[in-house]
């Protein structure tokens, strides 16, 4: 088509003109319903305005944006609005409501479709991928769904690798992604709520949760959150999360993100809620607390010894990230009496040819292995081999070699470098491995007194923060014995059963059982 | 709308909070003072100290549950009359602020004297003021659950290391229970001043979920904590001896010196006890704080207490600078504590005298 016969109002913006136009009702005459397409939507050159006429008699119009659509579907669907059926006899005229009815129930074969009356919804039906057809003289429009997105293969997911359990992933589309949440859940009681954040994008984000399980409260909550988000672009769940979280200033998450399904449903029926973000792999999982950080699905999917192990070590794992080199430096320059005489004479002669004081030393490593690590992540695949050896050699041989760190302190970086691998969630071993500077000046300046009083002010910190309502150390802070059983340890599932540990703590203040 | 829970504490958390404030400052120094007082009788006379505090105890409980929501801030002008129920406020918030300045400054002396020798007091006692005023910020249900969260990290360490001393234990040195020396009824009140920290009880009691719990609750904290102390004690006296242990500064840190972990983890166990004890001081100077901010805004009615946590910390800081050196710090501690059994234990116990006398009690559904 050509489009030429423009008009452009050189006042308003197209959102300025959408918003203008969105209340009124679609004309009843093609040209003026054209017309103002075409002035919302200006000179786009895959908007496809295809005139035709209805049975070979009543004038109409197809529109369609020829990137979102599948071709197949119009071409078919124009088919049967073109075709005059056998027992429609060839001389009568129908009026526009009778033309409506008879297309709708008798010539149209489609299970999706429906009338669309005012001019902002056909402009957004348009631009999200719908095809439109309007009929001269009917004041309405018919709109079906024809949309084609491309999209990748659900693979296995690159940030939770799995030895044991379910290996789909979450892509990019919003409906996939349901879908793979749906059929592990054909219960009526999953429920999906669809928002639109972003002024622009108009991003669909789901709210997903399970009726009777979830906190009403907890679910309005994240809607009002959700629905309260003005940006203009919301092109991941992490602007989502950044928007909805509790406290913006600290280092740890409160939301937690996955890209497994199966993690996103055993969180679901643990009464939290899942929100899906359209152009997104990551599903955010609220309310969130500090022990889900060192938890996995594998956790279950293996017997409960295994799951329990894995999990202690974990927590070490955790632990070790945050405090080791500060507690070396600690010891080192400030209290050398606590380690064995025989181990202190290794340490002493180890430390012999470098010049700084070990504090600094330990800076210099931790920042070092921060770059490489930074460094590894981007690059392809078949460079990082090559880092990952320079790397080796750089830190751990040749800085001891050159005199510029002691052996054991590279121990201890290395210790420290690997725990922090050792949790399952980015965001929380970041969290710690952020923590881990400020504490190492500390011990640096006050010994292990300022260790205390880092670790102090972190667990002060810790058991102020609540993720919606949620007490971040629950349930070990507040107590709540029966979240015990899964929280350190993971308890059999015999024991489990329904999965009890977010519903029950929620109510941790209101029962009294299990409380002591 | 926020997700908001109504802050109620359980029994659990009531005890913690006890616990972890009755532990504080004086775990380092109490031992020399005991046998000071009392010999090879210092478990007997920590035993006496711990049966005063509990008559104080018990006093304050009942007199909780005469006036159900409501604090001794509260309900002392019902008892005794406005003016004279004024006075009682004053002095008991002044007494608090005195009470968080002297054990931070006593915080402060053993940090430099016993770990950073180099570093000034001034430097250690703010640091340790601050991080008590940052949380004394919060609500109530951080309170609770920063007790809850410590107590059992206080704990652990102590009665591990306590454990670990007995090998080195000579039970000879015990004895006699019952050592005579005429300095007993001063240092009776300096070991009952350790366990002032229960007086927080009397702003807790309105919100427990059970308020019946508070009896099991204040009685299991006293217990816990005065086990520990006699434990620390008995230890200390047992491996030492009652006349070395007169001649040691900080007695129980001496005892984590002599202490080593089996198979050789670790030499000496002094800096991992010191960073338990800062624990232990943090989480009773955060209660003292929080008791004198939270008795002053019920004093005077405010809605909001985190306005009075900054207004104080100069004060505090200056109090705290007060003394010249160790021993006036020592001297006015002894001074503290006597003011502190008059308004912790005596004033209760007469407050529920006139009270049960006048037949004055609260409305019974205030809560």
């Known amino acids: 088509m050509s489009n030429d016969k423009l008009q452009t109002s050189p006042n308003l913006n197209p959102e300025q003109l959408l918003a203008r136009y969105a209340g009124e009702s679609c004309p009843a005459s093609l040209s003026q319903l054209l017309e103002i397409v075409r002035l919302i939507m200006g000179s786009s050159d895959d908007l496809v305005i295809r005139t035709f006429y209805i049975y070979g008699r009543y004038e109409a119009v197809m529109l369609y944006i020829n990137s979102l659509v599948n071709q197949q579907i119009t071409d078919q669907q124009l088919q049967s609005f073109m075709t005059l059926p056998e027992w429609l006899s060839g001389t009568d005229k129908l009026g526009p409501e009778a033309l409506k009815q008879t297309l709708l129930n008798k010539t149209v074969h489609l299970s999706e479709i429906t009338v669309v009356s005012r001019m902002g919804d056909l402009i957004n039906m348009l631009l999200n991928g719908k095809t439109i057809v309007a009929v001269e003289g009917l004041g309405e429009a018919f709109k079906f769904g024809a949309r084609k997105i491309e999209q990748r293969a659900i693979e296995q997911p690159q940030t939770e690798q799995v030895v044991q359990g379910a290996r789909e992933g979450f892509i990019e589309q919003l409906h996939t992604n349901l879908s793979l949440l749906r059929y592990r859940l054909p219960t009526p009681s999953f429920r999906i709520l669809i928002c639109e954040v972003g002024e622009y994008t108009k991003t669909s984000v789901a709210i997903c949760y399970m009726e009777g399980i979830a906190d009403p409260k907890l679910v309005s909550e994240a809607e009002n959150r959700i629905r309260a988000i003005r940006l203009d672009g919301v092109l991941d769940a992490g602007y989502i999360e950044q928007f909805i979280e509790d406290h913006h200033y600290s280092p740890f998450p409160q939301v937690m993100n996955t890209e497994k399904p199966d993690k996103a449903v055993a969180n679901l029926l643990e009464g939290r809620i899942v929100i899906l973000t359209d152009g997104s792999p990551f599903a955010l999982i609220i309310p969130a607390v500090f022990g889900q950080f060192f938890q996995t699905t594998e956790d279950y999917a293996t017997r409960f010894l295994q799951g329990s192990f894995v999990r202690m070590a974990r927590v070490i794992a955790l632990v070790f990230s945050l405090v080791f080199p500060s507690l070396y430096v600690a010891i080192i320059s400030f209290n050398p009496e606590l380690i064995p005489t025989e181990f202190a004479v290794a340490v002493a002669g180890g430390r012999a040819g470098v010049p700084f004081p070990s504090f600094v030393e330990v800076l210099i490593m931790e920042i070092s292995m921060e770059v490489l690590r930074e460094a590894s992540i981007r690059l392809p695949q078949q460079v990082g081999g090559a880092l990952s050896i320079v790397g080796v050699l750089v830190v751990g041989q040749s800085a001891v070699a050159a005199g510029f760190a002691s052996p054991i302190t590279v121990v201890v970086i290395a210790l420290t470098t690997i725990g922090s691998f050792a949790t399952p969630a980015y965001n929380a071993a970041f969290a710690l491995r952020m923590l881990r500077f400020p504490l190492i000046l500390i011990a640096g300046m006050l010994g292990v007194y300022g260790v205390v009083i880092g670790l102090i002010l972190i667990a002060n910190h810790l058991l102020t923060i609540k993720s919606f309502g949620m007490p971040y150390l629950s349930p070990a802070v507040p107590v709540h014995f029966r979240g015990w059983r899964d929280f350190l340890i993971r308890a059999p599932l015999w024991i489990l059963k329904k999965k009890p540990s977010y519903r029950q703590s929620r109510r941790y203040e209101d029962k009294e059982e299990g409380t002591a | 709308m926020r997700l908001r829970e109504e802050t109620t504490l359980s029994g659990i958390e009531m005890a913690a909070i006890l616990i972890s404030t009755v532990i504080g400052v004086a775990i380092l120094p109490f031992p020399l003072f ?72 006593e915080f402060g002396t053993v940090v430099v004297t016993s770990v950073l020798k180099q570093t000034p007091i001034e430097a250690t006692v703010i640091i340790m003021l601050l991080i008590a005023a940052i949380s004394a910020r919060k609500d109530l249900r951080t309170f609770a659950n920063i007790h809850l969260f410590y107590t059992p990290i206080i704990l652990m360490p102590v009665l591990l290391i306590v454990c670990l001393s007995f090998q080195n234990a000579e039970p000879l040195y015990l004895l006699p229970i019952f050592d005579h020396t005429p300095q007993i009824l001063s240092s009776l009140l300096t070991i009952t001043a350790m366990f002032q920290g229960f007086f927080i009880i009397t702003l807790l009691i309105p919100h427990m979920r059970q308020q019946s719990k508070a009896w099991v609750s204040g009685l299991s904290g006293l217990g816990v904590a005065g086990a520990l102390y006699l434990l620390i004690i008995t230890s200390t006296v047992a491996v030492f001896g009652a006349e070395e242990v007169k001649e040691l500064l900080y007695p129980t840190l001496e005892l984590a010196k002599a202490t080593n972990l089996p198979a050789n983890i670790m030499e000496r166990l002094d800096a991992a006890f010191i960073s338990v004890w800062v624990t232990a001081v943090f989480t009773t100077l955060f209660s003292n704080y929080y008791f004198a901010v939270h008795a002053l805004k019920q004093w005077l009615g405010t809605r909001d207490h985190r306005l009075f946590v900054f207004f104080l910390l100069p004060f505090l800081m200056l109090i705290a600078m007060l003394p010249e050196n160790v021993l006036q710090m020592y001297e006015g501690i002894a001074l503290i504590a006597r003011g502190g059994f008059v308004l912790t234990v005596l004033c209760p116990v007469l407050l529920l005298a006139i009270a049960v006398i006048r037949g004055k009690r609260g409305a019974a559904d205030a809560h």
């Open chain 2, 34 to 105: 005991a046998v000071r007082g009392a010999g090879t009788g210092a478990g007997m006379l920590t035993l006496m100290a711990i049966g005063i505090t509990l008559i104080g105890l018990l006093s304050v409980i009942a007199l909780g549950l005469r006036f159900p929501g409501q604090s001794i801030i509260q309900y002392g002008a019902q008892i005794i009359g406005r003016p004279a129920a004024a006075m009682l406020n004053a002095l008991l918030i002044v007494f608090y602020i005195v009470l968080t300045a002297s054990a931070a400054r």
